[in-house]
């Protein structure tokens, strides 16, 4: 923009920081990078761990079904049915406009996905993977370091 500490000023201190600074400001790199459009590094591992009950994501646990953006942001995931997912549930991850969205399905895979809402996100042209959430947390982060344009939407309980 201009001399004095415009977007020029302000994307060189940005590019200059990479690798700098704790893990969990990664996220906030990597929102701050694609305002201005730069390339970030991918992130090796955004989701840390998952068990039963709990998912750790760039160094904060849930206790609480999540949905997780290749942006690093992260927000409670709400479904009208408990272990149904229906179009409406993921239809603020859609507003993304990810390339492909992940689903969780719990520990045992007791939530189900409708073929309703299957359909729904391939109409839109968003890939989709349906898997326990252990393997599903596994396949985002894979996809991350692919720098997949990719959500996840995962149960972690039953």
């Not at 400001?25 to 201005?36: G, K, M, N, P, Y």
């Not at 761990?49 to 646990?61: A, R, T, V």
Request: glycine share 10%.
């Amino acid at each position: 923009m201009d001399e004095n500490g415009g977007l020029r000023s302000l994307r060189w201190r940005f590019e200059s920081s990479w690798g700098h600074g704790d893990r969990g400001e990664t996220a906030s790199r990597q929102v701050v990078a694609l305002q201005l459009g730069v390339r970030v590094p991918p992130i090796s591992q955004m989701i840390e761990h998952y068990k039963f009950g709990e998912i750790k994501i760039s160094g904060k646990e849930y206790n609480f079904d999540v949905e997780v953006r290749w942006t690093g942001k992260v927000l409670s995931w709400w479904r009208r049915e408990g272990h149904t997912v229906n179009s409406e549930d993921v239809e603020r991850a859609l507003k993304e406009n990810p390339e492909i969205i992940i689903i969780g399905t719990g520990a045992y895979g007791v939530c189900e996905v409708t073929k309703d809402c299957q359909n729904f996100i391939k109409e839109k042209g968003v890939e989709l993977i349906v898997d326990v959430t252990e393997k599903a947390v596994e396949k985002f982060n894979e996809l991350l370091k692919h720098s997949k344009k990719v959500i996840g939407l995962f149960h972690l309980t039953c």
